[in-house]
């Protein structure tokens, strides 16, 4: 199942500046083999995060905090068999929403890569690529 842009129409509302998203419960491309690298694990226990919401958001095409270039090149990605990144900040949304986009990088980070073949997924830190 493919996600689409959902409109809402009434006639005394104005129109719709951004498409509202509604992501799909289906995966969106196979993981492969999952794995995950120590320094991954050791921030998983640190801060509470769950592995499998964070693999299930990446699988469902919740790219978390990339910018939109990095988006599209998933989306372009996805149905081409080329290589999927995600990048999730471990930190509460109020947290991160107050932390500027240039000062992101400070904040304990995760990423989840789907490889191109979809032979595997691996969960790291940004130091451990």
């Not at 409109?7 to 005394?12: D, G």
Request: proline share 7%; glycine share 4%.
């Amino acid at each position: 199942m493919t996600t689409t842009p959902t409109y809402t129409t009434n006639a005394a509302a104005p129109a719709p500046t951004a498409p509202t998203i509604i992501y799909s419960n289906t995966a969106r491309f196979p993981l492969g083999q999952i794995a995950a690298t120590p320094g991954a694990l050791e921030l998983l226990q640190e801060t509470g995060f769950s592995a499998a919401a964070l693999i299930s958001r990446h699988v469902h095409g919740d790219w978390g905090d990339l910018c939109e270039d990095d988006r599209a090149e998933n989306e372009f990605a996805v149905n081409r068999r080329l290589r999927i990144l995600s990048c999730y900040r471990l930190v509460d949304a109020e947290r991160l929403a107050a932390t500027p986009r240039d000062k992101r990088s400070s904040l304990p980070t995760l990423r989840i890569i789907t490889e191109a073949d979809r032979s595997v997924t691996t969960l790291l830190r940004p130091s451990d690529y």
